[in-house]
């Protein structure tokens, strides 16, 4: 079985630019959690969404954002660059279901100069 | 709300010598607990998880950890390390009745595995 994609693994964009990063999850799965990565602050939950809903959500500004769509894949969507937001972005992909056991790609490294 | 608290940052130690990564937790509800390892330029790749019953789980690679409720503690081991287990490793948590998959991790701990 496949496992859990993210585009693309590599970003450079400008402070005030946006940027969109995709997610495919594993086959059958319908949940897909987003995570920041910084080594000041370490692994940050930013939202989860299954069957195209978001259904919990991180302390992060509304300038993050995200979507799924009906075949589970999730982009998710920063706009308005800041310094502060050059991050390994990891998403995770689940069934969903309780114990929400969570598996994860290899990351998006945003850089943001 | 949970928070994770992993106790060493940094964990040096040799070849085939044994290894413990340390790791509390708080919450005031039930969680399930899990152990994460992450390779240079890698995403996260679970290492084994305590859901419920036997509080002592097994994991891949070796590894093994056991869940102490009275101590909140979720500590991992492994007997024989290898070069090949220097990572960092990731205690995480989420609530029982989270309704989501909202893990809350641990600052991390470095394992520098020397020959």
């Known amino acids: 079985k496949a496992g859990v994609t993210q585009t693309p693994r590599y970003l450079i964009k400008t402070r005030g630019q946006q940027v969109t990063l995709s997610c495919s999850p594993i086959?059958?799965?319908?949940?897909v959690s987003w995570y920041q990565q910084t080594p000041g602050q370490g692994l940050q939950f930013l939202f989860e969404?299954?069957?195209?809903?978001?259904?919990n959500k991180g302390n992060f500004p509304g300038r993050f954002s995200g979507r799924q769509f009906s075949n589970s894949r999730s982009e998710m969507n920063v706009s308005t660059l800041e310094l502060g937001d050059s991050a390994l972005y990891l998403c995770?992909?689940?069934?969903?279901?309780?114990?929400?056991?969570?598996?994860f790609g290899p990351g998006t490294r945003l850089t943001v100069t | 709300a949970q928070s994770v608290t992993q106790l060493d940052s940094q964990v040096p130690v040799f070849e085939e010598a044994p290894v413990e990564l340390r790791c509390n937790y708080s919450?005031?509800?039930?969680?399930?607990l899990f152990w994460y390892v992450q390779y240079p330029n890698q995403g996260l790749q679970l290492l084994l998880k305590y859901l419920s019953g036997s509080t002592l789980v097994k994991g891949i690679n070796g590894f093994e950890a056991e869940f102490n409720k009275s101590q909140t503690s979720f500590h991992l081991r492994k007997p024989s390390v290898h070069i090949s287990d220097t990572a960092e490793y990731f205690c995480a948590v989420s609530a029982l009745y989270n309704q989501g998959g909202k893990l809350i991790f641990g600052q991390g701990t470095e394992l520098s595995v020397k020959p």
């Open positions: 919450s005031s509800v039930s969680v399930y």
């Open positions: 969404y299954f069957s195209e809903t978001q259904r």
């Open positions: 086959s059958g799965h319908r949940s």
């Open positions: 995770a992909s689940s069934t969903g279901l309780a114990p929400y056991e969570q598996y």
